[in-house]
């Protein structure tokens, strides 16, 4: 199960929600289709139900989700199990994909996230 970084976050991420919650904000996580994520953090990669549950019990409302650190799947095979894991869940998290445009996304995201980068440029 991911834990949130006791020393970042002392009274944990739950408590971090419900405080954005009541400002009337949304409150978004960044985690990783890989093994890590693009920092080296842990990332979901096979463990995408515990997590998505995690980040439901915690009150998540947006996902971003990344692209480092994967195992060489495509990301129209990598991405679908944490979209079905967070639906899962019942609670509605918007699931932003950052697999760099990849694959031609246009094609194949819109049946997998809410939302996806259409290219890695940058200047």
């Given at each position: 199960?991911?834990?949130?970084?006791?020393?970042?976050?002392?009274?944990?991420?739950?408590?971090?929600a419900d405080y954005i919650h009541s400002l009337g904000l949304k409150f978004g996580l960044y985690s990783d289709a890989g093994l890590l994520t693009?920092?080296?953090?842990?990332?979901?990669?096979g463990h995408?139900?515990?997590d998505a549950q995690t980040y439901a019990d915690w009150g998540v409302d947006y996902l971003k989700y990344d692209?480092?650190?994967t195992d060489g799947t495509s990301p129209k095979v990598r991405?679908?199990?944490m979209?079905?894991?967070?639906?899962?869940t019942g609670r509605p998290i918007?699931?932003?994909?950052?697999?760099?445009?990849y694959e031609d996304p246009a094609t194949w995201a819109p049946a997998v996230g809410n939302s996806w980068r259409v290219c890695s440029i940058y200047y």
């Open positions: 199960r991911i834990v949130a970084d006791p020393v970042a976050f002392p009274s944990g991420i739950k408590a971090l693009c920092a080296g953090r842990p990332g979901s990669l995408e139900d515990i692209n480092c650190h991405y679908p199990p979209r079905d894991a967070l639906n899962k918007f699931f932003s994909m950052c697999e760099w445009g």
